[in-house]
Every structure is written in C-alpha cells, then in structure tokens.
C-alpha cells in the first residue's frame, strides 16, 4: 500500500494491491488534497476515500469484501424488482460537501424513487475497523439511512438529527442515527432473510432462496 498521501497522488500507475485488504489514514489533509486524490482515482475503482475534518481514509477492499457487496446489491435490487419499488442506483459514487468537511464513497447506495444528489440509503461492508465515523460522515452528506453488514449481521441506522449543528444533539452517541431493527425507507423488506442468503456462496441459491422467502413473504 502507498505509504503517503503525497506518493499515492504522485504515483503514475495505480494497480490492485496484493494484500486482500490495506487502509491508509492521514491526518491535518486539507480539502484540495482529497480532491486532487479524488482526480487521480477517477478511473480507478478499487480503493474507497473518506474525508472528514481533514482526516483521511483509503481503503483498498479485498475480493471477500467485494464479493458481499455484489450479492448484497444483487438481492436487494431483486427485491426493488419485486416490489415495483422504483429506484436509482449509484454504486460507489464519490458524494462530499465541502462546507461540512466531509466525503464518503459507499460500497453501495441508492435513491428510492427518483435521482437525487445524496443517496436516500448507503451500505457499508464492513471487514476491518476504520477511525473515521461513517455515521458523522453520512449526517453531515444527509444521507437517511445507512446499512453496516458486519459480522454476518446487518446494523440499520435511521437518521434523526439532520441539523446543520457541529455535533447532533438527538442521538448524539450514534451521531444522529437511531439504530432500528427494521429498515424505514423499505418497511416491507425482511432483513433476516437478506441476512441469511447473503452468507451463501453459491448465488443461484442465493437468488432462488430468496425470491423464495419473498413469496412466502406475499403469501
């Protein structure tokens, strides 16, 4: 993994890390520094940047890691599908604001309904720890509810204090968030069931138990 921020913007070539997954952290990270990393990885998808008060975080994912994330965003657009639930997606789009000092790249996220600027859910797999807040993060972005897959479990946090003050006063040890147990933005979604066919590896099976599970769900 490049050692620096000032290397990793100057390295010519960009490739994919041989270790299945590395983080770099870098303080006192003004926000043109971030932007000139976020030109540099334009074209290149396999690292993740998060930007909060001058804190830098890269993540290079690992294919373990990628590999959730694909069938987690498989099975939930299968169940958009099924719902006739119109919505947008957008992936691993970069999404910041300057003003509130922060940025964020999801493993996934998407618009319900129609195209809006900040993403109505983000989803984070979650394999190692970071030291940045993605939930301080997505408050400040706006972001209504985020998604954690950690640990074969989901952790879903609705979003109450959407105000424009330095620190969330509703909420405030979860920045704002309400953990729940069921998701507000997709109520008719099972999470356990999710839960369980995400974990297999064989993603026919995957796909069959769950359109499965969403009949039954009907019935």
Known sequence: MISSLKELIDEPELGHTSDPEERFISSGVS?????????????????????????????????????IKTNLGMLLERFFYSKRIRFVPMGSSTFRNKARKAGAEPDECYCIGEEKSVP???????????????????????????????????KLYHLRDNSQTELATIYPDTYGYELRAAS???????ISLLEQCITISDSIQAVDEFEQGLKADNE
């Open 31 to 67: 926000w043109e520094s971030y932007e000139a990393l976020l030109v540099k990885l334009e074209n290149n998808s396999h690292y993740r940047v998060t930007y909060l008060d001058g804190i830098l975080e890269i993540v290079s994912p690992s294919i373990r890691h990628e590999k």
């Open 120 to 154: 109505d859910l983000a989803i984070e797999v979650v394999l190692t720890s970071g030291n940045i807040s993605k939930l301080e993060i997505y408050r400040r972005l706006g972001v209504a509810e985020v998604w954690f897959w950690e640990r074969n479990q989901f």
């Open 184 to 190: 507000e933005i997709l109520p008719g979604l099972d």
